[in-house]
């Protein structure tokens, strides 16, 4: 980023908000609840239709089940963990991390490509099924005796496998999950009094990102993958992709959750959006509507703020994300200031980003075209054409 730019981003960036935040080089449990279960145990990190989740017992189970999976596979070992309860999936993923397994999360059970594309070494499911991967239940690898972690953790070593899109998968290690929870919590300024309605599972990247922010800052996540399972009597962020957000309108499930929203709800975008379509969102919800840039390959790098957005902007960088513009046509650099640069990709340089990318000069290509305006908000377009969509 310019520091032209940067300047210019100055003017929207909240005061209270750090442009960069600081990383240190921790696993993820270290950087999200481990802190908060030693410093307030009982309070509480998730609500499911399973019940409530302390963060107390939220680290304790996610260690017991560390150390039994690790006694169970070799260090780097594919796990596929297929569960739909909230409170489980949550528990077997952190689980998964800290024993430096390699984990592809799912809420259902995958396609069988799928599957046999990631070739899971161990499959951890809610029942047993026949043939196939080594299979285990959630139940029977927590009942197993356990090792506890003999060699220091990798930080750069591939813990989180997510699809890629147009097949393929890109992979997360602890240091770019670390950077996320701590960037994303920064963000959208998320605290311990501060409740997160999740209304699709962490199998995507928005979705983790979104939870181990709000783990991160010591946030209550309510979860539920239908509206009907989510019934808080407040929620200041509500987090679901853009097609959900659109059927928020006409479910009856939903009519009673716009009262409930008091912060803004957080729509994930792949691509660009219909600026109508979140007027509307917003208008019916009677609330905020922002927008996350949240592809797989790229993570998280765009945001609506809470403290201001433009209904037309797909948003700014978030904190730790530094964006810069790129030839379409090649994926260089364009070393032009960037209130001439009409379209352009996206090219980011992130602890975010995952491993796996096409990188020209150390910036990873996105893909996405975009125009970027003199005070450095984006807009993301279809094709070559010069307005926001």
């Not at 409530?52 to 006694?71: H, I, Q, T, W």
């Not at 699709?200 to 009907?228: H, K």
């Not at 969102?281 to 949240?294: D, E, N, Q």
């Not at 960037?338 to 980011?348: C, Q, R, T």
Request: proline fraction near 8%; hydrophobic fraction near 50%; glycine fraction near 10%.
């Amino acid at each position: 980023m310019s520091k032209g730019a940067l300047g210019l981003l100055a003017a929207f960036w909240p005061e209270d908000t750090p442009r960069y935040a600081h990383i240190p080089l921790k696993t993820v449990g270290d950087a999200t609840i481990d802190p908060i279960a030693a410093a307030a145990p009982h309070r509480i990190a998730l609500v499911s239709s399973s019940g409530n989740l302390e963060y107390g017992e939220l680290a304790e189970k996610s260690r017991r089940f560390a150390d039994a999976l690790r006694n169970r596979i070799e260090r780097g070992a594919r796990v596929a963990i297929v569960e739909r309860d909230p409170a489980t999936m949550l528990i077997a993923a952190l689980g998964g991390f800290a024993a430096d397994a390699l984990c592809l999360l799912n809420a259902e059970p995958p396609a069988s490509e799928t599957l046999a594309a990631f070739a899971p070494d161990l499959v951890v499911r809610a029942a047993p099924a026949p043939g196939g991967a080594p299979a285990a239940t959630f139940d029977e690898i927590m009942a197993a005796p356990g090792k506890a972690r003999a060699a220091r953790p990798d930080f750069r070593m591939p813990i989180l496998a997510l699809a890629k899109p147009g097949g393929g998968e890109v992979l997360h290690n602890h240091r770019s999950l670390a950077a996320t929870a701590i960037s994303v919590g920064g963000f959208f300024m998320l605290a311990e009094e501060i409740r997160v309605v999740l209304l699709e599972p962490p199998t995507n990247w928005y979705g983790l990102a979104l939870a181990l922010g709000a783990l991160q800052r010591g946030a209550t996540i309510q979860a539920g993958w239908e509206p009907a399972a989510v019934a808080p009597a407040r929620a200041d962020y509500v987090v679901c992709g853009w097609e959900r957000a659109g059927r928020l309108l006409v479910e009856p499930a939903a009519a009673g959750l716009p009262a409930r929203i008091d912060a803004g709800l957080i729509v994930a975008i792949e691509g660009p959006f219909s600026v109508s379509r979140r007027r509307r969102l917003s208008r019916k919800l009677r609330t905020a509507v922002l927008t996350l840039l949240g592809r797989n390959d790229l993570g998280p790098v765009l945001g609506s703020h809470p403290s201001w957005f433009l209904n037309d902007a797909a948003g700014i960088p978030l904190s730790n994300v530094d964006l810069r513009p790129l030839n379409p046509t090649d994926g260089t650099p364009l070393n032009l200031g960037w209130e001439v640069v009409d379209s352009a990709e996206i090219g980011v340089k992130s602890a975010l980003a995952p491993a796996g990318g096409t990188a020209v000069e150390g910036w990873l290509r996105s893909g996405q075209i975009a125009q970027i305006d003199p005070t450095g908000l984006y807009f993301l377009l279809r094709g070559d054409h010069l307005r926001a969509l």
